[in-house]
């Protein structure tokens, strides 16, 4: 069974940084591109970012280009996200999603439970 | 940036024909995948690459796409298809993953 468990949410000050986790197991880590998702209170889904298996290639959200930064270990099957500089409109849960990319097009065909980031003073 | 657009909501009687679409200049040309969210759940793959389904999806849930518009059926719709679903595409000119702003299916 595929599972991927996000964790290293919480409440953080406007200015501050976070660290998100997510860990796989039930299939082979390194052998997937993987992905973050986030959606606010209410609100749709937005992609934030996307790796490579081997890190060579990352995507940032252009909105979001500078702030966050996307990195996985393939060895301890782990997910990152570095978020520097949030904002109250970064307060969301974040989906930890398995990316299944080919030439033409890419989709997330396994999701995480999310974990949420509140961004309050 | 390229703006997937959804109506916000779509209300069916039970057993009917549910229509969610999806509209983009030029959609057809692009792979669009749909995704499922039921309240307080996390998002799953019901289409993907158009028409595809992933296993355990079942056949009443279709894709297609064509022109300025992809569409999401549900057939024989059901009280558990109540739920937020969501378009998304590749904008591979910005490199960027697009989604829809997301439809909430109502089951009468």
């Known amino acids: 069974e595929v599972k991927l468990v996000e964790s290293g949410g919480g409440l953080v000050r406007p200015g501050g940084s976070l660290r998100l986790s997510c860990v796989a197991s039930g299939f082979s880590f390194g052998g997937f591109s993987m992905s973050w998702v986030r959606q606010a209170p209410g609100k749709g889904l937005q992609w934030v970012s996307s790796?490579?298996?081997?890190?060579?290639?990352?995507a940032y959200a252009e909105a979001l280009r500078g702030r966050f930064t996307i990195s996985r270990d393939n060895t301890k099957k782990s997910l990152f996200l570095e978020m520097t500089g949030l904002r109250a409109d970064d307060t969301a849960v974040y989906f930890c999603?398995?990316?299944?990319?080919?030439?033409?097009?890419?989709?997330?065909?396994?999701w995480g439970q999310g974990t949420l980031v509140t961004v309050t003073s | 940036s390229y703006v997937l657009t959804q109506p916000p909501s779509v209300s069916v009687a039970p057993g009917e024909t549910a229509t969610i679409t999806c509209g983009a200049i030029n959609i057809g040309d692009k792979s669009v995948h749909w995704y499922q969210q039921r309240p307080g759940l996390a998002p799953i793959l019901v289409v993907y690459d158009q028409t595809a389904r992933p296993s355990g999806i079942p056949e009443r849930i279709s894709g297609s796409n064509s022109g300025n518009t992809a569409t999401l059926t549900i057939s024989g719709v059901e009280a558990a298809d109540e739920a937020d679903y969501y378009c998304?595409?590749?904008?591979?000119?910005?490199?960027?993953?697009?989604f829809g702003g997301g439809t909430k299916l109502t089951v009468l």
């Open positions: 999603a398995r990316d299944r990319p080919n030439s033409a097009t890419t989709y997330f065909d396994q």
């Open positions: 998304q595409v590749w904008h591979t000119t910005s490199d960027q993953r697009v």
């Open positions: 790796i490579s298996r081997s890190s060579d290639y990352k």
